[in-house]
């Protein structure tokens, strides 16, 4: 599958690698809030915009070497919703909200409920397993389908 922008056909591994070195933050942030959580109301979609900013602005263990919303947006498998699939931040198009609160996020706005989360996924059932995604996280909160995660003591040795 290909895109036609403007007069030009893109393959989407292309088009890829416009949006990583080439997207905004506002931009990028936005796109993934409505990609990972468009349907979790405005509250799941502050919580996974508030981990997506721990992690930027975390300065020890395995997040501490990103310093951007591209650096963690685009760190190997991470988020799904950043790899080349229909579904993806390619794809969509954010509305009013997603800019709104990709905004507040930038600006430092956080979400108490996740407090220093680093990790959300989404289990497809009820249960929200102890630990993700190993020993390094521990579970905090369910928000919609979504179960968060902060960090223990021994994520900060990795």
């Known amino acids: 599958m290909c895109l036609k922008t403007g007069?030009?056909?893109?393959?989407?591994?292309?088009?890829?690698?416009?949006?990583?070195?080439?997207?905004?933050?506002?931009?990028?942030?936005a796109r993934l809030i409505k990609c990972e959580a468009g349907g979790e109301g405005d509250i799941g979609m502050r919580a996974v915009a508030t981990v997506v900013m721990n992690r930027v602005r975390q300065g020890t263990g395995e997040y501490g070497r990103y310093n951007s919303v591209n650096d963690v947006v685009f760190a190997p498998r991470q988020f799904e919703c950043a790899t080349n699939q229909p579904q993806s931040i390619y794809y969509i198009s954010p509305d009013g909200i997603h800019y709104d609160i990709a905004r507040r996020a930038l600006a430092g706005e956080q979400l108490a409920e996740v407090g220093d989360a680093l990790w959300f996924f989404n289990p497809y059932s009820d249960y929200c397993r102890p630990n993700f995604p190993n020993e390094n996280g521990y579970f905090l909160t369910r928000i919609g389908n979504h179960c968060f995660y902060a960090p223990t003591s021994s994520y900060y040795s990795t």
């Open 7 to 29: 007069e030009q056909i893109v393959h989407p591994f292309l088009l890829a690698r416009i949006y990583k070195y080439g997207m905004g933050e506002l931009e990028l942030l």
